[in-house]
């Protein structure tokens, strides 16, 4: 029989893993590199396309440019609307060019990726189609470039993840190693979009289930996360993606009710985020079964938050250049209190609006920004007062972790890769009792449907369970007969052109007609016989009577 793996039993596979000693870190080690590397240079080509349609779809279209990162070639803070009218038609723009591509190239794009991801570990790691890394990443750069209020880490992870899949299909992989190969494919791009190789690492961990974490693939994902963080690095540079603030000295006792409150207030953002997102999602992903509808979705949802763009100007975009803004000082007090005070508000509003229509791009980085505009709002509040610290950085970031980490169930991963985007270790602490306090008031809330609670409740992935694209799947295999099955083969009729027929053959009489009957009803009665003593009577069916043949005894074959 031949073999059920895929690729076929001639080729030798890369990892053995049903040898003994095959799945060992050191046989995975050059894959998990090359897998991290391919990642970190996918992240990369996201990161480079989002910065040109930004600059010039979002600048130079719409006449506005948002706020700039460190890691985008210094911090720079928003421009003001040359062309107020000019900034819904972008954002829509870009939104109608995205579904499109998505629409005719590659459906599985559409939407936030992250969960896709989980959904592509957990069923079919060796499913996802090659086509999905190039559509996903211009869909969304365009997407997000035009203004469209969404995060690049559900691109990156699902482009990455897409990378992992590939791999693992021409490695020859079993599905439970693909799985692996995916999920820290996953880990090496999100951390290195962020900067992030050792939360993106931990992510890998804990993001697929809701109640548990598989630890066994940490230390492939820190090999492959590594390997993208420096792939990353290469082409933009090393370094916080925020720059340096050190404010851990700066920690005292009576910042403690503080971070409490922050801990509560962004736990309470996060669980309202996922409950926006998910009415938006919900009530337009049924109607949205004809292309037309598939198109203008997420234009009107393009147009609804460039408008609200124009109140709030932080919507637009990723929002990360507002977060580095915001944690610090100068920054933060130069802005209106009500601007900082709606920020959060609005950010899940243009979010719910963007992704949840159908729009390519992810929700995780905007989870991010949620954060960061509470602990930025409770800084301002609590400053005039004399009682928040001179820094708000701490707040930011306190505010970030608490508002992501429990609603994606992952606390850790994003607790350290938040730490990790400040470059300032000593915040681990603070951003402990702030993730804490947001896991009170979340419950038991999740903004990723696909993960599951526990690895117990996996349904096992098999040769026969994984999904194989259709251009490298192997031919179909027949399921063997049973003895009903083969009888009735024996006695089906077998087909016989008319013309094949030789010149002396002449139709049946009635006698044989008759004598056919005769045989069927005597095979009927032993099939139908006495079983022996304790056995159950076995009931075969009867076969069909052959049909006679209608040819003519002077009646030549026809040419063809």
């Known amino acids: 029989m031949p073999s059920l793996r895929y690729g076929g039993s001639g080729r030798k596979k890369w990892l053995p893993g049903d040898e003994p000693g095959g799945d060992t870190l050191a046989r995975w080690a050059l894959l998990a590199v090359g897998i991290g590397a391919v990642a970190g240079l996918g992240a990369a080509g996201l990161f480079g396309l989002l910065k040109l349609g930004t600059h010039w779809v979002l600048g130079e279209l719409g006449g506005y440019h948002p706020y700039r990162t460190t890691v985008e070639g210094g911090f720079d803070v928003a421009s003001s609307f040359e062309r107020p009218w000019a900034v819904p038609l972008v954002v829509a723009g870009g939104a109608l060019a995205a579904a499109a591509l998505v629409r005719w190239l590659a459906p599985e794009a559409g939407g936030h990726g992250t969960d896709a991801a989980i959904a592509a570990a957990h069923h079919a790691p060796l499913g996802m189609r090659g086509r999905v890394t190039i559509v996903k990443m211009v869909a969304s750069a365009l997407t997000i470039g035009s203004g469209g209020s969404a995060g690049t880490e559900g691109p990156a992870a699902q482009i990455s993840a897409a990378f992992g899949s590939v791999f693992a299909r021409r490695a020859r992989l079993t599905p439970a190693q693909a799985r692996t190969a995916v999920v820290i494919g996953l880990a090496a791009g999100v951390g290195a979009v962020f900067r992030a190789p050792l939360g993106g690492a931990l992510l890998g961990a804990e993001l697929l289930y809701r109640k548990d974490a598989d630890v066994s693939v940490v230390p492939k994902a820190l090999l492959a996360s590594a390997a993208g963080y420096a792939a990353f690095g290469l082409c933009f540079g090393f370094g916080p993606v925020f720059g340096e603030h050190a404010v851990s000295g700066a920690i005292g006792l009576g910042d403690l009710p503080l971070l409490v409150v922050i801990g509560l207030l962004a736990g309470g953002a996060g669980r309202l985020y996922a409950a926006a997102f998910y009415w938006v999602h919900d009530r337009v992903e049924p109607r949205s079964r004809t292309t037309v509808r598939k198109l203008l979705f997420p234009v009107a949802g393009g147009l609804a938050v460039g408008c609200l763009g124009l109140l709030v100007p932080g919507v637009l975009g990723t929002g990360y250049g507002l977060m580095e803004g915001e944690m610090e000082r100068d920054v933060l007090l130069g802005l209106s209190l009500w601007a900082v005070l709606l920020v959060p508000l609005a950010k899940i509003v243009g979010t719910a609006l963007t992704v949840g229509s159908g729009a390519s791009g992810g929700i995780f980085g905007p989870g991010f920004v949620i954060g960061a505009g509470v602990g930025a709002a409770v800084w301002r509040l609590a400053e005039p007062l004399g009682l928040a610290p001179r820094s708000p950085a701490m707040f930011v970031i306190v505010g970030m972790a608490a508002c992501l980490g429990p609603v994606v169930r992952a606390p850790v991963a994003v607790l350290v890769m938040a730490v990790e985007t400040g470059g300032d270790s000593g915040l681990l602490g603070p951003g402990v009792i702030g993730v804490l306090s947001a896991a009170l008031v979340m419950g038991g809330v999740t ?37 009903a099955d083969a009888a009735l083969a024996d006695a089906a009729p077998v087909d016989t052109p008319r013309d094949a027929a030789p010149l002396g053959d002449v139709a049946l009489n009635d006698a044989a007609l008759n004598d056919a009957a005769l045989g069927d009803a005597a ?8 079983a022996p003593l304790g056995e159950a009577p076995v009931t075969r069916p009867r076969p069909r009577p052959r049909p006679p043949r209608r040819v003519g005894r002077d009646r030549a074959p026809k040419s063809f």
């Not at 696909?450 to 117990?456: C, M």
Request: aromatic fraction near 2%.
């Open 523 to 530: 095979l009927g009665d032993a099939a139908l016989g006495e």
């Open 447 to 483: 903004i990723y449907r696909s993960q599951l609670d526990r690895r117990e409740e996996k349904e096992p992935v098999t040769e026969l369970t994984a999904v194989i694209p259709p251009e490298d799947a192997p031919p179909p295999m027949s399921a063997p007969a049973t003895p």
